[in-house]
Structure formats: C-alpha cells, structure tokens
C-alpha cells in the first residue's frame, strides 16, 4: 500500500487502525472517529532519509489506569526503526498499524496488554520530514478538540472549505520603517482569530508577544480588541528581514494551541506565497512549531 497523499497541504487519506482492523481508506470524510483511531500524516512520503516524529493523543483509559494527553513516541525513519532500534517497515500499512499500537502501550507503560486498546482511545499523528527533526509532531490532523485534548468522539473536519481568510494587505507608506511593533502584533491577532475563537493558549501567547515587543498590556487589550472587531488585517512590512520576521511569528503563533486550523493554514499559504516559499517548506515549519509546543509542554 502506498502511503497517503496530500492535496493543498491537506490530509486526503488516513489509515483506520485497531487491534484487528487495518484498512487504507480513499477519504478522511468518509472515517467516523468515534470508530477508530486514525493514523494522520501531514507530509507527503517519505524520502530517504525522511523521518517520522510521532505523537499520541490518549483519551483517558480508566481500565488501564491512563489519563488523558499527550505522548511522544519517538522518531522513525522512512524504513520504520524508531530512535535506531525498531526493524518494522512502515511502508506497509498492516505492519506499521500493529507497531504503532505496540508503542503507544509502550509509552502508556502497558505495551503487554496492547492488543485490549480500544481503537477509538488513541490518535496518532505523523508528520514526515526531508531533515531530521528535534521533537515534531504531525501538524494538519483535521479532527476536532475538547479541551486541551483531542477526543475521539469528535467529528472530523470536512476537508473541502474555503473560509474568508485576512487580507494581506500591501506595505503601508510608513513600510520603509525596520519593524512596526503594533501592526506585527495586529497581524498575528488576526491570524489566530480567523477561526472565530481565541483560545485561552492564543491569548496567552499573544500577552507574551505584546510584552516581548514592548507594548504595555492595556495596549496590547486594546489592539486584540480592534482585531476581533475586524479592523485590522496581516499587513506585510517591506524590508524583506521585516517579513520573514513576520512569517515566524505568524507561524509560532498558529501553533499555540496545538493545532494549525484550516483558516490559519489558507492565510499562512498566502503569506508563504509572498515570501516565494514552496508549500513542503511551510509545513516543514508548521511541523518544527508544533514539536516546540509538545516539547514545552510534556512533562
């Protein structure tokens, strides 16, 4: 079986894996994940020398004593050795679902009771990468969260959408100027509420870069107040250092609560677009902020 495909950075397919089902299915529309875990992978294949961070989102499993959260589960390379000491070989599909089971019990501490997991209780995501990463986790997994973690019952999210998505508007007149501290801020505030919801991580995450980037908390209130009244939009400043700065924080931002949302992603597209960047590379640092996320908060 070949491994998924991606079509506008996007999932296309997944793989429904349980303890004795392991089919590859033509849509992630048509997988009830209520049903089963999903096998999600936010790359397209592996290129040698590819590798595979891998994280698992457990529901709480009261037979097996486990709470909820997250578990990283290490790396593995395009022929499925996991930190250098796995022989598996994740190319085929059966394969690789009766590993990822084994290691997710593993990392749980039950690995001899693996084949008692519930399919819905575990949902793993993949993201492949052409560079060795640090700690990464796959970045485009399309199924709702509940809280702080993602449940099974949750419905997957349609992948055909087209929400409206910021303007990304020219260089203003005063665009000659290095770095503009409220219009940087503004920008990544309009990002993270284009899904129509402030996260209390995003609103963390934007205290944190209101006060990085001087700015005093009732200004920085003041102007997520603006961005939530729809005043402002990502406005690209013209030094092309200014830009890219600008594009990091976008990114770093999308990633504060765990997941990239499809409105986030269409409105990093376009500014990928500007800065000439191909769609492998805004993922492959999609990717890198997510792992920084999980790393930052694993215990």
Request: with cysteine; hydrophobic share 40%.
């Amino acid at each position: 079986m070949s491994l998924p495909q991606l079509r506008n950075g996007l999932v296309t397919r997944a793989w429904r894996v349980g303890p004795a089902v392991c089919a590859l299915v033509g849509d992630c529309r048509s997988v009830q994940a209520a049903e089963y875990a999903h096998v999600m992978f936010a790359a397209v294949p592996p290129e040698p020398k590819a590798r595979v961070g891998v994280v698992a989102e457990v529901n709480p499993l009261a037979s097996f004593g486990v709470s909820g959260g997250s578990h990283y589960l290490g790396v593995f390379d395009h022929k499925g050795h996991r930190n250098v000491d796995a022989s598996d070989d994740l190319s085929d599909a059966k394969v690789f679902a009766k590993r990822a089971l084994e290691v997710v019990a593993e990392s749980l501490g039950i690995r001899e009771r693996a084949e008692e997991l519930e399919p819905s209780s575990v949902t793993l995501s993949l993201g492949t990468y052409s560079e060795p990463p640090a700690l990464t986790t796959g970045a485009l997994t399309l199924l709702g969260r509940s809280g702080g973690a993602r449940t099974a019952s949750a419905a997957p999210a349609p992948l055909e959408i087209s929400p409206p998505m910021a303007s990304i508007a020219p260089p203003g007149p005063e665009a000659a100027a290095a770095e503009n501290p409220e219009r940087l801020f503004q920008s990544v505030a309009t990002l993270l509420v284009l899904d129509g919801h402030l996260a209390q991580s995003e609103r963390d995450h934007l205290g944190v870069l209101g006060r990085r980037l001087g700015l005093s908390a009732s200004k920085a209130d003041r102007l997520t107040q603006q961005v939530i009244a729809g005043k402002k939009s990502i406005q690209l400043p013209g030094p092309p250092e200014a830009r890219w700065r600008l594009f990091e924080e976008l990114v770093t931002a999308a990633a504060a609560d765990g997941e990239i949302h499809p409105t986030e992603l269409k409105a990093l597209g376009a500014v990928a677009g500007k800065l000439g960047l191909e769609p492998h590379e805004l993922q492959s640092r999609l990717t890198a902020a997510l792992g920084r996320i999980v790393r930052r908060n694993s215990p």
